[in-house]
C-alpha cells in the first residue's frame, strides 16, 4: 500500500500508517523524531530506478502527511520531524528526495540506507556528497550505520553533522577493545609508536582481520584488539594507557582476558564502559580538530591505522 509501511514487531507483521506512527509519537513526546518513510530501496543492492521512485514518493507522502497530522496536535507542535532522504543508489531520486525533502518544515535530515558493503565506499560517498550540496547548511545532516573511525571522517568532510552508531557495542559482542588513537595534536609517527603498542596490535589484527567471531556476524578491525587471544594472558597493561575510563584505571588486559574465556558476564560490562568512552574520546577529538581546522591531521593519524 502506499499509505503504510510494513513493520515487524513480536507479534508479526504490522502495518504502520502515518496516522498510527502519529499516534505513538504523541505517547512518547520526543523532542525530536525521524519520520516515516520508505526504506527499502536503500537497503538493496543495484535498486532499479523504479523501485527508487517510488521510495522517493512514499517518503514524502509520509512526511506530508506526518507535518499535517503535526500541525494538528498540540502536543506534537513542539516536536521536530527529521525528515528522510531515500532513493537506493539512483543518483537523480537521491537528489530529487533531498530538493523535495528541503523544501518542507523540517528540523533536519536523515541519509538513509548510505551504509553498506565496503568496496562500494567510493559510490556512496560520491553520492553523499551530491545529495549534502542540495540541503540547506543550517539544519543537521544525520548518518545511521556508518561507524568506523575512517568512514565517519570521509561523511564529516561531506557534510555529515550526526552519528548513529551501536560501533562500540559490536566491538564489545565480539570480546574485543578499541585501542586506535586519536591524538593528532602531536607529531603522528610518535603517536602510533607510543600509545601501547599499537604498531603490533595493528600488525596483529590486520593478519586476523578476516576471522568472523560466533558472537557477532562483523569482522574485527584493526582500531580494535581481541582480548579473546592467549597472548593477553599475561599482558597486565590497561587496555589504552592513559585512558580515564573505569575499566582502563582498575583493570588490566589480562583480567579482561580472563573474564571472557571463563564466560563471565562482567566482561561485557567492562569492554562496553571503555569502548563507549574511547568512542567518545574520538568524537570529541573531532570536534577540537574542526575547531582549531586540523581535522586533516587527524584523518590521516586514523588512515594510517585502517586496514
Same mark, same amino acid.
Given at each position: 500500500? =502506499?499509505?503504510?509501511?510494513?513493520?515487524?514487531?513480536?507479534?508479526?507483521?504490522?502495518?504502520?500508517?502515518?496516522?498510527?506512527?502519529?499516534?505513538?509519537?504523541?505517547?512518547?513526546?520526543?523532542?525530536?523524531?525521524?519520520?516515516?518513510?520508505d526504506?527499502?530501496?536503500?537497503?538493496?543492492?543495484?535498486?532499479?530506478?523504479?523501485?527508487?521512485?517510488? @521510495?522517493?514518493?512514499? @517518503?514524502?507522502?509520509?512526511?506530508?502527511n506526518?507535518?499535517?497530522?503535526?500541525?494538528?496536535?498540540?502536543?506534537?507542535?513542539?516536536?521536530?520531524?527529521?525528515?528522510?532522504?531515500?532513493?537506493?543508489?539512483?543518483?537523480?531520486?537521491?537528489?530529487? @528526495?533531498?530538493?523535495?525533502?528541503?523544501?518542507?518544515?523540517?528540523g !533536519?535530515?536523515?541519509?538513509d540506507?548510505?551504509?553498506?558493503?565496503?568496496?562500494?565506499?567510493?559510490?556512496?560517498?560520491?553520492?553523499?556528497?551530491?545529495?549534502?550540496?542540495?540541503l540547506?547548511? /543550517? *539544519?543537521?545532516?544525520?548518518?545511521?550505520?556508518?561507524?568506523?573511525? /575512517?568512514?565517519?571522517?570521509? =561523511?564529516?568532510?561531506?557534510?555529515?553533522?550526526?552519528?548513529?552508531?551501536?560501533?562500540?557495542?559490536?566491538?564489545?559482542e565480539?570480546? =574485543?577493545?578499541?585501542?586506535?588513537?586519536?591524538?593528532?595534536?602531536?607529531?603522528?609517527?610518535?603517536?602510533?609508536?607510543?600509545?601501547? !603498542?599499537?604498531?603490533?596490535?595493528?600488525?596483529?589484527?590486520?593478519?586476523?582481520?578476516?576471522? *568472523?567471531?560466533? @558472537?557477532?556476524?562483523?569482522?574485527?578491525?584493526?582500531?580494535?584488539?581481541?582480548?579473546?587471544? *592467549?597472548?593477553?594472558?599475561?599482558?597486565?597493561?590497561?587496555?589504552?594507557?592513559?585512558?580515564? =575510563?573505569?575499566?582502563?584505571?582498575?583493570?588490566?588486559?589480562?583480567?579482561?582476558?580472563?573474564?571472557?574465556?571463563?564466560?563471565?558476564?562482567?566482561?561485557?560490562?567492562?569492554?562496553?564502559?571503555?569502548?563507549?568512552?574511547?568512542?567518545?574520546g574520538?568524537?570529541h577529538?573531532?570536534?577540537?580538530?574542526?575547531?582549531s581546522?586540523?581535522l586533516?591531521?587527524?584523518?590521516?593519524?586514523?588512515?594510517?591505522?585502517?586496514?
Open positions: 500500500s =502506499c499509505h503504510s509501511v510494513s513493520v515487524w514487531g513480536v507479534g508479526g507483521r504490522v502495518e504502520m500508517t502515518a496516522s498510527k506512527f502519529m499516534t505513538i509519537q504523541q505517547a512518547l513526546q520526543p523532542d525530536w523524531f525521524q519520520c516515516l518513510s526504506g527499502e530501496a536503500s537497503c538493496e543492492e543495484g535498486t532499479s530506478i523504479k523501485r527508487a521512485r517510488k @521510495s522517493v514518493d512514499r @517518503s514524502l507522502l509520509f512526511l506530508d506526518c507535518l499535517r497530522l503535526q500541525e494538528e496536535s498540540e502536543v506534537l507542535r513542539k516536536s521536530t520531524i527529521i525528515g528522510v532522504i531515500e532513493g537506493g543508489d539512483v543518483m537523480e531520486e537521491r537528489l530529487r @528526495s533531498a530538493r523535495e525533502t528541503a523544501k518542507r518544515p523540517v !533536519g535530515f536523515l541519509l540506507g548510505f551504509q553498506g558493503n565496503p568496496t562500494t565506499l567510493e559510490t556512496r560517498l560520491y553520492l553523499l556528497s551530491s545529495v549534502t550540496a542540495e540547506p547548511e /543550517d *539544519k543537521p545532516r544525520l548518518i545511521c550505520g556508518v561507524s568506523r573511525p /575512517d568512514e565517519v571522517l570521509e =561523511c564529516i568532510e561531506r557534510g555529515v553533522d550526526l552519528f548513529e552508531s551501536f560501533f562500540p557495542y559490536q566491538v564489545t565480539r570480546g =574485543c577493545a578499541l585501542t586506535f588513537s586519536f591524538d593528532y595534536q602531536p607529531n603522528p609517527e610518535e603517536t602510533l609508536s607510543q600509545q601501547n !603498542g599499537i604498531q603490533e596490535e595493528i600488525k596483529y589484527t590486520d593478519q586476523t582481520k578476516k576471522i *568472523k567471531t560466533t @558472537s557477532c556476524n562483523q569482522e574485527i578491525t584493526s582500531f580494535e584488539i581481541n582480548l579473546k587471544e *592467549k597472548k593477553y594472558q599475561e599482558d597486565f597493561d590497561p587496555l589504552v594507557r592513559g585512558c580515564s =575510563c573505569y575499566c582502563c584505571k582498575n583493570h588490566t588486559r589480562a583480567y579482561i582476558h580472563h573474564l571472557l574465556v571463563t564466560n563471565e558476564l562482567l566482561a561485557g560490562v567492562l569492554l562496553m564502559m571503555h569502548n563507549f568512552e574511547h568512542y567518545f574520538f568524537f577529538s573531532i570536534r577540537e580538530a574542526l575547531r581546522d586540523r586533516a591531521q587527524l584523518k590521516e593519524l586514523i588512515r594510517r591505522q585502517a586496514s
